[in-house]
């Protein structure tokens, strides 16, 4: 959800004329009189509850490395010896 409903590339052209029907706009048109029409206010708010989602995911994703890290780097400090006793 949310990816597929979004163009996420551009072109940029210098002096070059592209016809409309080749514009790669799914979800952005502009009208043969040149009028430009924004996409429904349903698709920004899916892309920005995606956004989110995905966001919240990557807090939960790291919160769990983290702790992965934290437990190894307790349990190695908690039986690591600094020097050698007086017998070697």
Known sequence: MGYDTQDNGF???DNVRVPR???LARYKQVSP???Y???SR???K???ATMVAIRADIVIGAAEVL???C???IRYSAIRRQFADAEG
């Open 11 to 13: 072109l940029s052209f």
């Open 21 to 23: 029907e080749n514009m």
């Open 33 to 35: 009189e040149g009028v």
């Open 37 to 39: 029409s924004a996409p």
């Open 42 to 44: 349903g698709l920004e």
């Open 46 to 48: 899916m892309g920005y």
């Open 67 to 69: 702790g992965k890290a």
């Open 71 to 73: 437990t190894v780097a």
